[in-house]
């Protein structure tokens, strides 16, 4: 299965709303750019579209003004996770509170250990 994959212009809109902080870095995901804090994801890029890690009340109400469960994979959403409206682009602003509260929750949670890195076996 093929991944979507951003625009430069959706990576710098995302870039823009995600916090210049020594503990939030950003890497690539499912092909694409997210965003992390203490080794956990809090948001990302799916294509052109910009998903948020909110609790199931708050995924609610985005899912209320047009966001949808986040499914990297079709029929299989990620827990925790859901995608904000499409036309998130056009008013980036208008989602900076849900990527600052994803950080914000996010950031509580326990930092996630690194997988130890395996060596290759040689040929």
Do not use: C
């Not at 080794?39 to 047009?66: H, S, W, Y």
């Not at 859901?82 to 600052?100: D, I, R």
């Not at 950080?103 to 395996?118: Q, S």
């Amino acid at each position: 299965m093929k991944m979507p994959k951003p625009s430069e212009r959706a990576k710098e809109l995302f870039s823009g709303l995600v916090p210049g902080e020594p503990a939030v870095t950003m890497r690539p995901m499912f092909g694409n750019l997210a965003a992390f804090v203490n080794g956990n994801m809090f948001a990302g890029l799916f294509g052109e579209d910009l998903f948020v890690r909110l609790p199931d009340a708050e995924a609610a109400t985005i899912k209320g003004q047009g966001g949808r469960p986040f499914e990297p994979v079709a029929g299989h959403a990620m827990t925790g996770y859901v995608m904000v409206p499409a036309t998130w682009q056009g008013k980036p602003e208008s989602v900076q509170a849900w990527v600052t509260r994803a950080l914000t929750l996010t950031r509580a949670m326990p930092v996630k250990a690194k997988k130890p890195t395996t060596k290759k076996a040689k040929r």
